[in-house]
Structure formats: C-alpha cells, structure tokens
C-alpha cells in the first residue's frame, strides 16, 4: 500500500522560514519527479514546486520563485520544501504529490492542476501571520 506523508508544517511570523517533508512508504520517490501544491479556503490548488526525478528540472511559480526551494534526499526517500521570506498569502494546507507518469528523469509538472497525479499526502497546514 501506498503511502505519502508530509511533515513540517506550523505557525510561523512573516519573513519566516519552514522546512516541509514529504516521505512514502510503498514508493520509491527517486523513482518520480514529486510536486508540492497548496490549497488555501476558497482558493484552488496550486501547484508551488516540483522537482524531476534526476533532480536536475524544476519548477516554481512566480508566487513563491526566488523564496521556495525544492530538494530530494534520495537515501532517505524524502522530498524536502524550503520556504523561506513567508507571507500571509503562503498560508495554505500543503500536499506533496507524485506519479509514475513522471518517470522519466527530465519529466516535470508545469503550473499543473493536479489531476495528473496519483499519490498524495495527507496535508500539512502551514500558517504565516503578519
């Protein structure tokens, strides 16, 4: 059974810094580029960041580019969310996401909705108060 798990979510002032995780039992995340999306109430999902397999693409909105970075520990079959410089409008329930569609070690999702991928977590709440 397949599982993702995110991690590192919380309350943080503006101008702060979290460190989200995002572990899988069942699946070998190397195996996959990982996208990270957020979904704050009455707003829809978007996507922040994903990362190729091979670790060497990725993608980040304007939103958060420059303040958001996307990294794998391979050995510990964890992706990992920097975010640092938070605002108020970074609150959001954060999901990490991932799918075998993107196998292929170049392969990444662009501004995606969602829909195409499979796996996700269950969510970490991520505050930033101003």
């Known amino acids: 059974q397949v599982r993702m798990m995110e991690s590192g979510g919380g309350l943080v002032q503006a101008g702060g810094s979290l460190r989200l995780s995002c572990t899988a039992s069942g699946l070998p995340l190397d195996d996959y580029a990982v996208a990270w999306f957020r979904q704050a109430p009455g707003k829809e999902r978007e996507e922040v960041s994903c990362l190729s397999r091979s670790g060497r693409y990725q993608y980040s909105p304007d939103s958060v580019k420059g303040r958001f970075t996307v990294s794998r520990d391979n050995d510990k079959n964890t992706v990992f969310l920097q975010m640092n410089s938070l605002k108020p409008e970074d609150t959001a329930t954060y999901y990490c996401?991932?799918?075998?569609?993107?196998?292929?070690?170049?392969?990444?999702?662009?501004?995606?909705?969602?829909?195409?991928?499979?796996?996700w977590g269950q969510g970490t709440q991520v505050t930033v108060s101003s």
């Open positions: 996401a991932t799918d075998p569609y993107y196998s292929s070690g170049g392969a990444f999702a662009v501004s995606s909705g969602g829909s195409d991928f499979g796996y």
